[in-house]
Structure formats: structure tokens, C-alpha cells
């Protein structure tokens, strides 16, 4: 039996495989061989770690959350910056530039539309937007009580962010008519300048 650090990075290197996947091909063109050929394993590795493809496929989902998390702490853990500054390099830490972020929305997308079919991605969904959602709101609520930011409804400030971040990076991805990221910087910065003091 693998030592447990040596379990525990196979493991991590499937998962990113299968993110890789999913982003590449869908949900529905994931497959198992490609996962393991991308993690360089045999697909029965895959199968010891991942019972099921569906398993498979909700760990990298929430494995995807996770890194996208951490990649922005530095970010949520600097209580002492102007809610307003905070804000704004969110917004700049979730535009759809540069590969890894790319990949992670193309992920994110692809769990939205698998989830409208599937219970449990729904709920994988629901738990990791709720938790963005009150690290979001807990930032707005700081900014309030200092003065820093207007006080309205930090729930509803919160989910008008995120649904800009959402919606025009979904819309930048899929390169509509007029919607690019300098245009998607440009209105979510706004709608932050607008409820800073």
C-alpha cells in the first residue's frame, strides 16, 4: 500500500486530470482512460481512488471549488485592506484571463449545466456557491461597518456581484457579441465604485 503523502498526490493529480477533461471535453465526453492518461496512471488507479465516474466527477468539482478558493485567500484574508479594494481585486481574480482560470470556469459551466439534470451536483453546486456567497457577503458587511462601503442589504450586494461575475464571464467565454473582458472589468469595477463610500 502507497504511503498516505504519496496516496494523497495521486489522488490530487486525478482530480486536476479530470478538470483538465471536463474542461476540454463536458461532462458527457469525460472518460476514464483520458483521466488516467493525463494523470499518468492506469485507468484501474483511477477506480481504486474513484469508485465511480460519478464520484470521479463530483470530487473534481469540488476540488476545483477548493483550488479557486485558495488561489484567491491572499485576497479574503487581508481583513485590514478598504472593503472596496478587496472587492475590486476579486473581481480581478475571477476575469476569465490566463489558462488556469479559463480551465476553472469552463469547469464551473460545465457543473451548472450537468447539475440541472443531477441532485447531487446541485447540491455540490449549492455548497460551494453559498459558501463564496457569505465570503463575498462577510467582506461587503466589514466594508459597511467601517464606513467603508454604502449600507444596503450585504446579501443583495453580494449576489449582484457575483451574478456580474458569473453571467459576463460566461458571456466572455463564449466571446458574445460585445462582451469582452475589458467590458466585463469595466462594469463589475463599476457597480463596486458604486456602493464605495
Not at 29 to 35: E, I, K, M, N
Not at 111 to 134: F, H, I, K
Request: glycine share 6%; proline share 2%; hydrophobic share 45%.
Amino acid at each position: 500500500m502507497a504511503r498516505p503523502s504519496v496516496e494523497a498526490q495521486r489522488r490530487e493529480e486525478i482530480m486536476r486530470s479530470a478538470c483538465a477533461q471536463i474542461a476540454a471535453k463536458g461532462v458527457l465526453g469525460l472518460r476514464v482512460s483520458d483521466v488516467a492518461k493525463g494523470a499518468g496512471v492506469s485507468p484501474g488507479i483511477v477506480h481504486y481512488y474513484f469508485e465511480t465516474k460519478f464520484e470521479l466527477i463530483r470530487a473534481a468539482f469540488e476540488d476545483n471549488f477548493t483550488r479557486s478558493l485558495d488561489r484567491r485567500a491572499v485576497i479574503f484574508d487581508d481583513k485590514d485592506a478598504h472593503a472596496a479594494e478587496t472587492l475590486h481585486a476579486i473581481v480581478e481574480s475571477y476575469l476569465p484571463v490566463g489558462a488556469e482560470t479559463i480551465e476553472a470556469w469552463n469547469v464551473w459551466i460545465e457543473l451548472w449545466a450537468a447539475a440541472l439534470q443531477d441532485e447531487a451536483l446541485a447540491e455540490v453546486n449549492d455548497r460551494a456557491y453559498s459558501r463564496w456567497a457569505s465570503m463575498i457577503e462577510a467582506v461587503v458587511a466589514r466594508g459597511q461597518e467601517r464606513g467603508e462601503l454604502v449600507s444596503e442589504d450585504s446579501a443583495l450586494v453580494a449576489d449582484s456581484l457575483m451574478g456580474l461575475i458569473d453571467g459576463l464571464s460566461v458571456q466572455v467565454l463564449l466571446s458574445s457579441h460585445g462582451m469582452t473582458v475589458e467590458r466585463m472589468r469595466a462594469i463589475c469595477h463599476r457597480l463596486v465604485d458604486s456602493i464605495s463610500t
